[in-house]
């Protein structure tokens, strides 16, 4: 299996396989990782299980730094090294982050052109096409800078039906990247 993005097949590959080695027999790894805030540090961990969700792959550790259990994207996991202390054996919580958080219902119209995205992030039981080839999303789910930017890469082919303010926030950063990136005159 080929565990890479494009365009970085070994490294991706390398960092999964020490990854899953670690976890077999046991050995913390020091992580240098980029957080979502921009930050980036070193923790140095114990590595339970790798778990592919949403796209992307994930580890879930116990964080020798925090001391308590933690969820890392592989993807900005920017430096992996093995450390020779091993650990014992944990058993993992279940840390689907906010699964008791009620989030918003947030209904979204792509343009059939739009169609491979949609399909990409969301299930096909909650997509309804439209005659005209639309498609109509309505999908409990945090109304989070992702989601933004998920919306933003999509550009003239998504319409936030509701709730109101989400159309409000993406009419804000749309002009803000309108009025940073307009030319100079």
Same mark, same amino acid.
């Given at each position: 299996m080929d565990f890479s993005r494009w365009g970085n097949e070994a490294f991706d590959n390398e960092k999964f396989e020490r990854l899953r080695s670690a976890i077999v027999h046991r050995r913390k790894v020091r992580i240098r990782y980029a957080g979502s805030d921009g930050s980036t540090g070193e923790r140095i961990v114990e590595p339970h299980k790798l778990a592919y969700k949403a796209n992307a792959w994930?580890?879930? !550790?116990?964080? &020798?730094? $925090?001391?308590?259990?933690?969820?890392?994207?592989? &993807?900005r996991i920017l430096e992996i090294k093995m450390v020779e202390e091993t650990f014992p054996h944990?058993?993992?919580?279940?840390?689907?982050?906010? %699964?008791g958080r009620e989030y918003p219902e947030i209904?979204?119209?792509? %343009?059939?052109?739009?169609?491979? $995205?949609?399909?990409?992030?969301?299930?096909? !039981?909650?997509i309804r096409r439209q005659e005209n080839g639309d498609l109509i999303v309505c999908e409990r789910m945090p109304d989070d800078a992702w989601l933004i930017g998920f919306l933003l890469s999509i550009g003239t082919q998504v319409e936030v039906l509701s709730p109101a303010y989400l159309r409000e926030i993406l009419a804000r950063q749309a002009k803000e990247i309108y009025e940073r990136n307009r030319s100079r005159e």
């Open positions: 994930y580890l879930k !550790a116990f964080c &020798n730094v $925090r001391q308590d259990w933690r969820i890392f994207k592989l &993807n944990r058993d993992i919580p279940e840390l689907e982050g906010d %699964s209904t979204l119209r792509f %343009s059939r052109e739009a169609a491979y $995205r949609v399909y990409d992030e969301f299930d096909a !039981a909650r």
